[in-house]
Structure formats: structure tokens, C-alpha cells
């Protein structure tokens, strides 16, 4: 037996003995997400899911009536404050997808073409995604309040501003919708820019060369190629009918008119029956989920995806 | 290089690991000190401090304390832990009731048999009403126990500008009629009645304490306390909406807001410019600056409109007036807003006995007095007619003024134990259900929400709804 057979046998009786160091770090780091996703996510949300079978003081409901909760989320739903609350939410189905997001679309293109001040464009889109929401509400409210900046101009026309967040006058959801179209493009935007940005160079040059108008750019190179990205937000923009609720707060306070969903569960939640939270949590994500996968299987189907 | 990062890898995941693991365990408390947490609101902090350094003076025993405004969405979570970080929590909307219900706060029978350091029973101390409101039957054991003690009594109503009073010649109102026709002498005068703030975090519910305390001598007490029940005509929860009829039960309160209609709603000139619109800190500023003779507000008004104003002192003498009566023949009534404030022990606590000690602390009079002198103005939820308070009352003509509407008023809270109210927020349905108030409303559009409009929709919005929150609260 040669001298090269007797080392590499004791190599291997030395590996099998000893894990490598390597192998340690890598278990380790593949453990703590995995932790990670066991404690935070499964460990959380499976108590909301047990919540959904308590009564208001946590405790069993009896097995004859364990689906109460869910019974009450729908029974409820015939209630005209709910009914309200729910098409408070779809509202931003429309305005996240049908309007935000083409508008933001146009918008990134136009960065993307490197417009004259596009850089400052790029900025004024850009600043409501960076700062709190808070702030943004404050700032925003405070245009429309005695000494703000737009008062004495509607005051020209005879408009009152400071009744513009008031429930009861009909402009205060306008209010909201506004304010959530003009944060919500900042943040489209971004990404759309970045998945512009990713387009190779040679193939916008070879359609300009071939006399591709811009228009035609836009829709037959820029849209199928960014598509990807549209889909993701276009799903973000669906998830806003279950999770605006930090808007609607700060601008006008839970009033029926703008109330939604997630302000209606955040609300809830802050008490202590939190079966009813929990419960109408769950039944949005079971009605959700089927439709969000459903549409981006749709939206998948528009175009093919290209590697670039 | 490569040999050392095959060490140092490993033991970087070990830690990573180990953080980890150790963020999921529970910290053990150190038994025998005493942990509060406190909502730091309109009170302030130095209460906490002084009182909490008087008891450990007394009892030896260590005492810390949080302050937290977020404390009601964290109360949960501690309560239901394997070992509460704090032993007493302190704050307004604390769902005791549920949280009692579950059986997760501790007893406090002993408290209230107990006696306090200065030999008084604690029973005697609290105010009657408080001891009512805190003693609750529990679903789980079906016996009723002492589950909380109120914190505060306090007060609500218009406070206001004593020099500007007197420079002016003007009285201080006794009856509505006088302040009706006070507002126009002040409005005459170039000065705003009323500063209000109706936008941003909205404080257009401070309108509420006058409107109860008028709605209180409309309909008396009694019948107060049977409309906080929330039942229907039938006795029934299931038909409570009747209680909104303004035509019935909701009568004098639809009376209270038509005489708010009148004084604020349909005079303009006699509040801030769009108070609707107005930041709580405009508002502040305003009554600070002395442009507004008035502010509606409750027992904190003059620590947090001190403090928004950077801690500098009043430059006039504040004071709180009794509420002017509908009628001049009858009492003055005072709505104790803060009596819903509430100090609870957590049944997971190691310092169950230290936290219960530190309750009958609370009653003693010296407790009582450094509350008011350092909170400037409230009062705590004990009887103060055996303490004496003429020096706190000499040196500060705020915390006479409140002395005199506490002693000198029908007092009046309605706080329940209705499951309707336990069941949904309090404030989601007495008075103004749906917590819709209308008093922006009215100040953008007056004419569409006359008393008669306004009651109308309230009434409607409760028979619609009304099921609802009897789901929410489990009755039929």
C-alpha cells in the first residue's frame, strides 16, 4: 500500500471524525433563518389562526360553536359600517393598480429618457417614499389648515380648506386618495426606474436605429421588459385593500368614511378581544390569497419572461 | 488567513445562534422590587417619582417605573407572559374587565379591607363610585372580586384665562344663559371665546365634558346610570340602540348638543379660526398666548399646555370653572373624566404583595397630596375631605379651582361594566356611537347638522350597526 492511499484514508477518517469549521457556520446560518421563520412567522401566526376559535376572553369556544367567529366576520358584513369599510378598502385596488401604478409608469419612462430636470423630478418623486409617513400626513394636512400654503389660494375661490379632512363634507376620503396616490408613485417609481434601468442599451440604440418612435418604445420594448416588475407591483398595489390603514389614521382619525380594513383590525387590536381581529385577518387572507395567486397567473401570461 | 476565518466563522454563528435563542427566552424578575409602568400622558412623571420615593422610604422596599404612552397595547402581552415585566400598570383604557375575566390580574379584596399607613380602612378612603366600578364578577369563576383601583377623579370642562377675567370685569359664568351672553362680551372684545382643536390629533372630544355635564342635570343621574347600561326598552342588549332614540333616552343629550349648537356651532367668531382644522398645539398657544379667554379641556390642562409650551410657567392665573348650569336653580354637576384611569396588578407578578402594599400607599394622604401637587391639579380617586389642602390650594389657584368643583359638584361618571361597552371601546359608543362626533361637522357645515339632523343620524347609525357590537361583546 503506498504512502499516498495510507494519508488519504487518514484524511478521511480525520473528515468524517471532525466536522469542518465551514460546515458548522453553514448549518448555523441555514439554522437561524430557519429558526427565524419557525418562531416568527409559524409561531405567530399560528396563534392568530387558534385566536380565530377563542371567544372575546381567549378562551375554547365550545366544539357546537367553533366557527363563531368566522360566522360573525360574515354576519357583520351586512352591516352598513362594515359594508363601508370594506369598499373604503377596494378603493385602493383601483387607485394603487389602475391609477398609481400607469401614471408611475409613465413617470419612470420619462426618468428613464433622461427628460430635461429629470434628476429633480427623480428627487420630488422619490422624497415621500424616504420619510415617515407621519410626517408626510403632517406636512400634508397642514397645507390645507389656516396658514398653509394652498389655504389662501383656495380661499380665493371661496374654498374653505380646513374643512377638507372633516368627515360629513365628502372631500375628506379625496383627501386620502390624493395623498395616497402622490407617496404611492414615489415608491413605484423607484422600482420601475430600476427594472428600466436593467434594459440593455444595444437593443433600445437597435430600435432607434430601426425608427421605433418613442410611444412604440414604450409600449413594445419598455412594458413587455419591465413587466416583471409591473406584476410586483401590481400585486403590492391589491395587498393595499388589506394593509392601508396608517393614512387614513393620521388624516382624518377613524371615521367611517375612510375607515378600511387594516385600520379596523389595528383598531381591534388594540383591545383585548382579539379573536375579532384574528379572525377577520384570516378570512381576508383566505379570500385574498386564491385571487392575488389568480391574477398573477394572469399577469404572467401577458408576456414572456425574458433573461437580460 | 483561511485557517483563522475557519475559526472565527464558527464561533460567529455560535453567537449569532446564541442571541437568537436567548431573545426567544423570558428575563426572570428580580423579586422584591416593585415594577410599575405608567401612561406618560397629561399627568406627567413626577408623581410616579415622588410617590414611588415615599414608599420605598416607608416600606424599604425598591420601586422602578416606566413611562410609556403605548402602555394600553402592551399591557397584553405582559399579562399573558410566563413572568410580567412590571407588577403595576397605570393607565386610561386598560380593558381590566376582560383582562379580569380571563384571570389574569390579581385579586385586590385585600386591598380594599386593608388599611392604609395612616391607620385609615382603604375602603373608607376611595370614593364610593370607584369602589362600585371596581368590584366585577368574572365569567371564569362566577365570584365578584376587586379587580382594580381607579386612579384619578379629575375633572372636565372650560378652563380659563382668571386675569383676563378680571381685567375685563368679567364674571365667571354660573348658568348657560351667562355664558351665552359672555362669549359675546369677550368676542366684542377682540379676544376668542373658545380655543379649540378639531385636527391633526384631534381634541374636539373635550367638547364632551360640558355636553355630559349638562346632559347629567337634564336627565339626572339615575337615569344616567340606567342609559350606561345600554339596554333597550325590553331589557334586552339586543335592542340598546333604543337608548339613541332622541325622542326617548337620548333626549337630553340631543338638548346638550342643541345648546353646544347654539353657543359654538352656529357662532363662528366664537372659537379659533377653523378650529375644525386646528392643531392641538394652535389651540394650546392661543389660551397660553391669552388670545382665547377659554379652553375646554380636562384636570391635565394646565401641565400639558404647560409643557407644550416648553415648560415655561402661565404668565396668568388658570383656573377650571364648575360647568354653568342648564338652570340656575339646580346643582352644578362635574363629569370626572380620568375615572375610567385605572391601576392594575398582574396576576403573573412575583411582588403580588409589595404591588398591593404599594396600592394602600397610594391612599394615604400623603400620596394623595404629592399626586396633586406634582401632577399640578388632578386629584386621585380617594377622598380628600379629611386632608388638609389649603396650603396646595393658596399656592396654586389651579388646584383650588379643581378643590372646589371635586367638593362643590354632583360628581358624575359613565364609566360601565355593560358588556356592550366591555365588549367593543368605550368610546366607540357612549355617547357618540360609531365614535362619530359631530362638532367639526357642525363648525364646516352648521346647517347640516342641526341637532334635529345630527340625533337622526345617530339614531339610525345605532339601529343599523347595533348588531355589530352585540356580536363584538357576545349578548343577544
Known amino acids: 500500500m503506498s504512502t499516498a492511499v495510507v494519508n488519504n484514508k487518514r484524511e478521511n477518517k480525520a473528515r468524517r471524525r471532525f466536522i469542518k469549521p465551514t460546515t458548522i457556520f453553514i448549518i448555523l446560518m441555514l439554522l437561524y433563518p430557519c429558526l427565524q421563520f419557525a418562531i416568527m412567522w409559524f409561531g405567530v401566526n399560528i396563534n392568530s389562526i387558534l385566536l380565530t376559535f377563542k371567544d372575546r376572553y381567549l378562551e375554547w369556544l365550545p366544539i357546537d360553536s367553533l366557527f363563531k367567529n368566522y360566522v360573525n366576520v360574515f354576519e357583520k358584513m351586512s352591516i352598513p359600517a362594515t359594508k363601508q369599510m370594506y369598499l373604503n378598502s377596494l378603493v385602493y385596488l383601483v387607485l394603487n393598480c389602475f391609477i398609481t401604478l400607469p401614471v408611475s409608469l409613465f413617470f419612470a419612462y420619462f426618468i428613464f429618457k433622461k427628460i430635461y430636470m429629470g434628476g429633480v423630478f427623480k428627487v420630488v418623486y422619490y422624497l415621500p417614499s424616504v420619510l415617515p409617513t407621519v410626517i408626510l400626513t403632517l406636512v400634508y394636512s397642514s397645507m390645507f389648515n389656516t396658514g398653509g400654503l394652498l389655504y389662501p389660494l383656495f380661499a380665493k375661490f371661496g374654498i374653505n380648506t380646513a374643512n377638507f379632512f372633516v368627515q360629513g363634507t365628502g372631500i375628506e376620503k379625496w383627501m386620502v386618495w390624493i395623498f395616497c396616490f402622490w407617496t404611492g408613485i414615489g415608491y413605484d417609481v423607484m422600482l420601475l426606474t430600476a427594472g428600466m434601468a436593467r434594459i440593455p442599451n444595444d437593443l433600445l440604440e437597435s430600435a432607434k436605429m430601426d425608427g421605433v418612435s418613442p410611444i412604440k418604445e414604450f409600449f413594445h420594448i419598455i412594458i413587455p421588459l419591465t413587466w416583471p416588475t409591473i406584476t410586483t407591483l401590481f400585486i403590492f398595489g391589491m395587498m393595499g385593500v388589506f394593509g392601508t390603514y396608517l393614512q387614513p389614521m393620521l388624516l382624518t382619525g377613524t371615521i367611517d368614511s375612510t375607515k378600511t380594513i387594516g385600520l379596523q383590525i389595528f383598531n381591534d387590536s388594540q383591545g383585548s378581544a382579539l379573536n375579532n381581529p384574528a379572525t377577520m385577518g384570516l378570512v381576508c387572507t383566505l379570500i385574498a390569497t386564491p385571487i392575488v395567486l389568480g391574477v398573477r397567473a394572469l399577469l404572467n401570461h401577458f408576456f414572456k419572461e425574458v433573461n437580460f | 488567513m483561511k485557517k483563522n476565518a475557519k475559526k472565527i466563522l464558527p464561533i460567529i454563528g455560535l453567537m449569532v445562534l446564541s442571541g437568537a435563542l436567548a431573545a426567544c427566552g423570558e428575563d426572570d424578575r428580580e423579586p422584591g422590587v416593585l415594577s410599575i409602568m405608567f401612561y406618560n400622558g397629561g399627568y406627567g412623571d413626577e408623581w410616579v417619582k415622588e410617590i414611588a420615593d415615599a414608599y420605598a422610604a416607608e416600606s424599604g422596599n425598591m420601586v422602578d417605573y416606566v413611562a410609556d404612552s403605548t402602555i394600553a397595547s402592551k399591557v397584553e402581552a405582559q399579562l399573558t407572559s410566563k413572568n410580567s415585566e412590571y407588577d403595576i400598570f397605570i393607565s386610561h383604557d386598560l380593558n381590566w374587565q376582560s383582562y379580569a375575566n380571563r384571570g389574569l390580574l390579581a385579586n385586590l379584596d385585600d386591598v380594599y379591607n386593608g388599611e392604609t399607613i395612616d391607620g385609615d380602612k382603604f375602603m373608607d378612603r376611595v370614593l364610593p363610585n370607584a369602589a362600585q366600578l371596581s368590584y366585577f364578577k368574572s365569567d371564569k369563576d362566577g365570584e365578584a372580586h376587586y379587580y382594580k383601583v381607579c386612579l384619578t377623579q379629575g375633572a372636565g370642562g372650560f378652563v380659563y384665562n382668571a386675569d383676563l377675567f378680571k381685567e375685563h370685569g368679567w364674571e365667571v359664568p354660573t348658568t348657560y344663559a351667562e355664558l351665552t351672553s359672555l362669549c359675546a362680551e369677550i368676542a366684542e372684545a377682540n379676544i376668542i371665546p373658545f380655543a379649540w382643536a378639531g385636527g391633526g390629533d384631534t381634541r374636539d372630544y373635550y367638547w364632551d365634558y360640558p355636553l355630559y355635564e349638562w346632559w347629567a342635570e337634564l336627565d339626572g343621574l339615575d337615569n344616567l346610570k340606567t342609559w350606561s347600561e345600554l339596554k333597550g326598552k325590553d331589557g334586552t342588549y339586543a335592542n340598546g340602540f333604543d337608548n339613541f332614540d332622541p325622542d326617548g333616552k337620548f333626549k337630553n343629550f340631543k338638548q346638550a348638543y342643541k345648546m353646544w349648537y347654539d353657543l359654538v356651532g352656529t357662532h363662528p367668531e366664537y372659537s379659533n379660526e377653523n378650529a375644525q382644522g386646528a392643531t392641538l398645539d394652535s389651540a394650546q398657544y392661543l389660551f397660553y398666548s391669552g388670545q382665547a379667554a377659554m379652553i375646554p379641556y380636562g384636570q391635565w390642562a394646565k401641565h400639558e399646555?404647560?409643557?407644550?409650551?416648553?415648560?415655561?410657567?402661565?404668565?396668568?392665573?388658570?383656573?377650571?370653572?364648575?360647568?354653568?348650569?342648564?338652570?340656575?336653580?339646580?346643582?352644578?354637576?362635574?363629569?370626572?373624566?380620568?375615572?375610567?384611569?385605572?391601576?392594575?396588578?398582574?396576576?403573573?407578578?412575583?411582588?403580588?404583595?409589595?404591588?398591593?402594599?404599594?396600592?394602600?400607599?397610594?391612599?394615604?394622604?400623603?400620596?394623595?397630596?404629592?399626586?396633586?401637587?406634582?401632577?399640578?391639579?388632578?386629584?386621585?380617586?380617594?377622598?380628600?375631605?379629611?386632608?388638609?389642602?389649603?396650603?396646595?390650594?393658596?399656592?396654586?389657584?389651579?388646584?383650588?379651582?379643581?378643590?372646589?368643583?371635586?367638593?362643590?359638584?354632583?360628581?358624575?361618571?359613565?364609566?360601565?361594566?355593560?358588556?356592550?361597552?366591555?365588549?367593543?371601546?368605550?368610546?366607540?359608543?357612549?355617547?357618540?356611537?360609531?365614535?362619530?362626533?359631530?362638532?367639526?361637522?357642525?363648525?364646516?357645515?352648521?346647517?347640516?347638522?342641526?341637532?334635529?339632523?345630527?340625533?337622526?343620524?345617530?339614531?339610525?347609525?345605532?339601529?343599523?350597526?347595533?348588531r355589530g357590537y352585540c356580536l363584538n361583546a357576545e349578548v343577544e
Do not use: H
Open chain 2, 305 to 466: 399646555i404647560k409643557k407644550s409650551q416648553g415648560n415655561k410657567e402661565f404668565n396668568f392665573e388658570v383656573r377650571m370653572m364648575k360647568t354653568p348650569r342648564v338652570n340656575a336653580t339646580s346643582d352644578y354637576y362635574n363629569f370626572m373624566v380620568g375615572f375610567g384611569d385605572s391601576m392594575i396588578v398582574a396576576k403573573n407578578s412575583p411582588n403580588i404583595e409589595i404591588a398591593k402594599d404599594f396600592l394602600k400607599f397610594m391612599a394615604s394622604k400623603l400620596a394623595c397630596r404629592t399626586f396633586v401637587e406634582k401632577a399640578q391639579g388632578p386629584f386621585l380617586a380617594f377622598d380628600y375631605s379629611d386632608i388638609d389642602m389649603s396650603d396646595l390650594c393658596a399656592k396654586d389657584s389651579y388646584v383650588d379651582s379643581m378643590y372646589k368643583i371635586l367638593t362643590e359638584t354632583k360628581n358624575f361618571t359613565l364609566s360601565s361594566n355593560s358588556p356592550i361597552i366591555t365588549g367593543n371601546s368605550d368610546i366607540d359608543i357612549q355617547p357618540w356611537i360609531g365614535n362619530n362626533r359631530y362638532y367639526k361637522s357642525c363648525m364646516a357645515n352648521p346647517s347640516e347638522n342641526t341637532p334635529d339632523l345630527v340625533f337622526e343620524k345617530v339614531y339610525n347609525y345605532a339601529r343599523d350597526n347595533w
